[in-house]
């Protein structure tokens, strides 16, 4: 029987087991961006999942949208990713880098001046945070048609610099309500270009950012994350899911790595109506390839979406960040360690490094 111990073989890499450790923003990088000896501790903890996928990497100094996370567009961050999936390699475990342009979710104040870009002039709803506190995000600037080729250049050449650096793959970060879900869905794409207007305009952004990535490596080393059902920043669509059974379906004929699914979460209902509630059967019914699903799991309702069929890989959010040994623990019934909100986000090892192991390791 299929469950989360069982090894899986994600297009010729092996992976041993079906446990990922989800993308978590955790701002140890440097100021500039620069993955950090911290940082390779942290992820080289964690290899008891089977498979890595790491913090929201930013690809240019344009997408820079979080205080002090990592990037991918520099010589000296590249270089500092090699050595965590060296550590990583080193453990037993395969890692894929998660790029990512977080468009208007963003601040003037982090991007030297300059406003942030979206497909429209809509600003994100809720706040972001800086050094000083939390501010109210700002009035995007609308993204020139001439100006978009030059990000899928940059998602491409992000996508060639993860190679460079030892990765096993690239997921594309086209959920949680930025860049490419803003292109995406009509409540933050009001464009009348070739960019906006109808689902297959609205999606052309993503699908030649995929394209590009592919282009940098290939189709087996190339996945995206989606968010069909989530809410973050004031996300929303009049047709949710015309737009993904579209989207999922021209991922579905390119072959890619995998598709990584989020399920609604308690902010989706209480946002209203949930048009796309069984995210993992819906991405399911229109891509036969790899899917990994996340949100809210434990080991029963794991291996429950795994033996039904609807996903292959299981990601693990905070569970994996408090409990380096996740699997291990899972296995023998072992309690989990308890979260410390306080310090997910911030500086140093305190609640990063620290969080003990069942057996020292």
Request: proline letters at 7%; one cysteine or more.
């Amino acid at each position: 029987m299929t469950d989360l111990f069982t090894p899986f073989e994600l297009h010729g890499t092996t992976l041993s087991n079906r446990a990922v450790m989800a993308p978590m923003t955790r701002t140890r990088a440097t100021e500039d961006g620069v993955p950090t000896a911290l940082m390779r501790d942290y992820y080289a903890q964690r290899t008891d999942a089977g498979l890595i996928i790491t913090e929201c990497t930013q690809i240019s100094d344009q997408a820079h949208g979080i205080i002090r996370a990592p990037g991918i567009h520099r010589d000296e961050q590249i270089d500092g990713w090699r050595m965590i999936t060296k550590s990583v390699h080193d453990k037993g475990s395969r890692i894929f880098n998660q790029i990512w342009h977080p468009g208007r979710v963003s601040h003037p104040e982090i991007l030297g001046g300059d406003a942030p870009v979206a497909p429209s002039a809509i600003p994100a709803e809720g706040d972001f945070f800086l050094p000083s506190g939390r501010v109210p995000f700002t009035v995007p600037r609308a993204l020139r048609l001439e100006e978009i080729p030059a990000i899928v250049a940059d998602f491409a050449r992000a996508t060639r610099n993860a190679r460079d650096a030892g990765f096993d793959g690239i997921e594309i970060h086209g959920a949680n309500g930025y860049l490419l879900q803003q292109f995406l869905e009509d409540g933050s794409n009001t464009r009348s270009d070739a960019y906006g207007g109808s689902i297959e305009n609205r999606a052309r952004f993503t699908l030649e950012v995929v394209d590009a990535a592919i282009a940098q490596w290939d189709a087996e080393h190339v996945g995206i994350r989606l968010s069909p059902a989530g809410v973050h920043y004031g996300m929303r669509d009049s047709d949710r899911p015309a737009l993904y059974d579209y989207l999922i379906r021209e991922l579905a004929t390119r072959s890619i790595a995998y598709i990584h699914v989020t399920r609604p979460n308690k902010a989706s209902y209480d946002a209203g109506p949930v048009a796309i509630e069984d995210v993992a059967g819906f991405t399911r019914a229109r891509f036969s390839g790899p899917i990994i699903v996340n949100g809210g799991y434990d080991r029963e309702k794991a291996e429950r979406v795994l033996v039904r069929g609807d996903a292959d890989l299981v990601a693990f959010g905070v569970p994996f960040l408090t409990t380096p040994d996740l699997l291990t623990r899972m296995k023998v019934g072992a309690e989990l360690n308890r979260p410390d909100p306080a310090t997910f986000y911030g500086e140093g090892p305190v609640g990063y490094t620290d969080y003990p192991f069942l057996t020292p390791a």
